[in-house]
């Protein structure tokens, strides 16, 4: 059994303890601050709260969990461990730090899988004196619940790392997906900005609305959590598609800068929902209701877990 550590305390090293602590594997969490691990604490007894309202948990099982839990400052404590998850923020110099933080603590076998989710894996091993033994497991979120990662080697990887982080994963109860080199934005990154490119620009040419195109997607997601993408094409047959795709293709954004509508909701400090607004206004939106729809299509995976009681 690997000895688990999260370098990092924010909302991404909340998810990765609360996953691990939930399958009864003690878990090591490495902050920068008192303030910040009281935040990922609380972030953690949310997350068992959630869990317990949706009747995924007990008291018990949220009490166990939170036994196997360490937070603490100090990166000496790494002594022992042998996988660590770095979930610090996408800055290369900060990583590095940290990089060398595990390396002069932790076990010399230990492997360090990145959450980044947009550095190449390739860059990230130049930082490390054992560039053998790094690699990127992002993570998506809510983290603890949703199953989905990506793992993103290098040609440095030993199979070995590459066979540990898969079966470490796997015993987590996620369903990793193998990228054979770093490209920008992995696969669901590219997938997503796709999407999300398109859906600006029709706004923007006044082709439809933001809520009719979350309207659409909702819909159109239920396709594709049911069956594959490349299965439904292969389905609708590749020649009627290529003639489909032959009228769309020439008339898709092709814009590779911010679009003039997200730029102008960030120019009047509109962020999105942590200020109130962004492309939706999220004062009409009811949180209670957005968290739950948030996690809800995850509760099936979670009842897979083996809890500690």
């Not at 159109?220 to 003639?243: C, H, K, N, Q």
Request: aromatic share 6%; with cysteine.
């Amino acid at each position: 059994m690997e000895k688990i550590a999260i370098y990092g305390a924010g909302v991404i090293g909340a998810g990765e303890a609360t996953l691990v602590i939930g399958h009864g594997i003690p878990c090591l969490v490495i902050g920068h601050s008192t303030a910040g691990m009281e935040r990922c604490r609380n972030t953690v007894v949310q997350n068992w709260d959630d869990l317990i309202a949706q009747g995924l948990a007990t008291e018990k099982n949220k009490q166990a969990a939170l036994e196997l839990l360490t937070l603490t400052n100090d990166p000496k404590e790494l002594a022992g461990c042998t996988f660590i998850f770095e979930a610090v923020p996408e800055d290369p110099a900060q990583k590095q730090v940290v990089f060398q933080q595990i390396e002069a603590y932790a076990a010399p076998s230990a492997i360090i899988a990145s959450c980044t989710s947009s550095l190449n894996s390739g860059d990230l091993a130049r930082l490390v004196s054992r560039p053998e033994n790094l690699l990127v497991a992002h993570p998506l979120q809510p983290v603890h619940m949703m199953p989905l990662v990506e793992i993103v080697g290098h040609s440095g990887n030993t199979p070995e790392a590459l066979e540990r982080t898969t079966a470490l994963l796997r015993l987590l109860h996620r369903e990793p997906v193998m990228l054979s080199r770093s490209v920008a934005g992995f696969l669901v990154n590219r997938l997503q900005q796709v999407l999300y490119r398109e859906a600006v620009y029709l706004i923007e040419q006044g082709v439809t609305t933001a809520q009719d195109i979350n309207l659409t997607m909702k819909y159109l997601a239920m396709r594709y959590a049911s069956i594959g993408l490349l299965e439904y094409f292969d389905d609708v047959g590749l020649p009627l598609e290529s003639t489909i795709a032959l009228n769309v293709y020439p008339d898709l954004c092709a814009a590779t800068e911010i679009q003039p509508l997200v730029q102008a909701h960030m120019d009047r400090g509109e962020n999105g929902k942590a200020a109130g607004a962004g492309i939706l206004d999220w004062s009409k939106i009811d949180l209670d209701d957005y968290r739950y729809r948030k996690q809800a299509p995850f509760f099936p995976p979670v009842r897979k877990w083996t809890m500690p009681e």
